[in-house]
């Protein structure tokens, strides 16, 4: 099940919820019981050897190379 971050505008406590996808934007609740909640972007790290190269730095364009536009 995923897991959503939010922050607590009352307190500043950061914390996470687990819910199904069909309810990551339903509202949350803190733990101290405030209800002023916002739900946080996750940043999601992937890694791996199947990763992309980093593109080319110093070429001109939209793809790196100069030649496609």
Do not use: I, N, Q, W
Request: hydrophobic share 30%.
């Amino acid at each position: 099940m995923p897991r959503y971050e939010f922050r607590c505008r009352t307190c500043d406590d950061t914390f996470e919820v687990s819910r199904p996808m069909a309810e990551s934007g339903a509202p949350a609740e803190c733990p101290a019981g405030h209800g002023d909640t916002v739900k946080l972007l996750s940043a999601v790290a992937v890694g791996g050897s199947a990763a992309a190269p980093a593109a080319p730095s110093g070429g001109g364009g939209c793809c790196g190379g100069g030649g496609c536009c």
